[in-house]
């Protein structure tokens, strides 16, 4: 009978050992942002190196490493870290594809007592082959004779009413003159100041770009290009790629405003799919409440993948209002675990983002 209650009592706490959850803050990350510089599209596979340590009295259960784009792919050096122990997560890069300033995440999942996922990112300025090497042969006009000095405007977080200008170097690589004469696609926040500009040979000049951001109506990454119109004879048409991340800042909001500011929340922010074979639609659905007092706005809804959608019938919501939304996930071309990101901007200024994270573990039919 003793030898029983010894052995039921080594079971109760082995297993309540084994269950143990350890939390994300106990992960001691010696970085969870790596930047990569600038990169070339035509290099092989890059690696990310993210170490950390354990320093909870718990066992890290690695159940999981993912990555938000296929062109990376992540692994862990252990999948079991004990107390006081490292390890690694591993993340390779592969540019081919990509031009200008390029954001990618990394996912590591586990037993985690008060998050989903712990969540590392990796940044790169990926430029052409021009200029990838010193040692590369390159003749004039290969790329036309007006050069650009860099391949994108790359602004970062940046407040939704900035005014600025940014500058491009040009560089007049050929035998004669080249006038850049006007935008063929103009974004409504931007203005070159000072077209039409002409460059004689051998010579070098600056388009000043006038951004005013207060012209556009949006939050949230913004990625495109601005292309201009020259007489370069072998490539008349040049792009340059834009990209920043438009936030508003709350942080002078005064108190008396925050209490009656408008106020999300969602029946939950982790959409559960479950298994499914490559190629099925699923859906669920989750609550969208205006728990402020005032009127709640969802001025943007983007996702890391099309696959899944968040579309409300309405993007106003009353105080003390609440929506239902359905959230859909298509899983054609997926295979394995899959966890997606559906990113809603508001106008709270406690929770002016918040994330919507889609499950689902996807297997090919046969």
């Not at 690589?173 to 077209?195: C, E, W």
Request: hydrophobic share 35%; glycine share 4%; aromatic share 12%.
């Amino acid at each position: 009978m003793q030898k029983q209650l010894v052995f039921f009592l080594f079971f109760i706490s082995f297993f309540g050992w084994s269950q143990a959850q350890v939390s994300v803050n106990d992960l001691v990350f010696d970085k969870i942002t790596h930047n990569f510089g600038t990169v070339f599209s035509n290099e092989t596979a890059l690696s990310a190196k993210y170490t950390f340590t354990n320093t909870s009295t718990n066992i890290l259960y690695v159940n999981d490493v993912d990555a938000s784009c296929g062109c990376t792919n992540p692994r862990v050096t252990k999948d079991t870290v004990y107390p006081g122990e490292s390890a690694s997560i591993l993340a390779e890069f592969n540019p081919t594809g990509f031009f200008g300033h390029v954001t990618k995440h990394v996912y590591l999942r586990g037993n985690f007592t008060d998050a989903y996922q712990v969540e590392l990112e990796f940044v790169a300025d990926v430029q052409s082959e021009y200029n990838a090497s010193k040692d590369q042969p390159y003749y004039k006009g290969q790329f036309g004779y007006l050069v650009l000095e860099k391949t994108d405007f790359s602004w970062g977080n940046i407040l939704s009413n900035s005014q600025f200008t940014d500058t491009l170097k040009l560089i007049n690589d050929g035998y004669h003159d080249i006038t850049i004469s006007k935008m063929v696609n103009t974004p409504q926040f931007a203005t070159i100041r000072n077209l039409p500009l002409t460059l004689a040979p051998n010579t070098k000049s600056y388009l000043l770009l006038d951004v005013d951001l207060t012209k556009i109506d949006t939050v949230g990454s913004v990625y495109s290009f601005i292309q201009f119109a020259t007489n370069d004879r072998f490539f008349p048409q040049k792009e340059i790629s834009y990209s920043f991340n438009a936030v508003i800042d709350y942080t002078k909001m005064k108190k008396r405003h925050v209490r009656k500011a408008p106020h999300i929340f969602l029946s939950t922010n982790a959409i559960e799919m479950g298994k499914m074979y490559s190629g099925t639609i699923r859906t669920k659905k989750v609550t969208i409440s205006n728990n402020g007092k005032s009127d709640l706005k969802l001025q943007r809804i983007d996702s890391d993948c099309t696959c899944a959608l968040l579309e409300p019938r309405k993007r106003i919501l009353k105080p003390g209002e609440s929506v239902e939304v359905e959230v859909k996930y298509d899983s054609i071309h997926k295979k394995g675990v899959q966890v997606k990101r559906i990113n809603i901007y508001t106008n709270d200024p406690i929770n002016p983002l918040i994330t919507i994270f889609v499950h689902a573990t996807v297997k090919s039919k046969g």
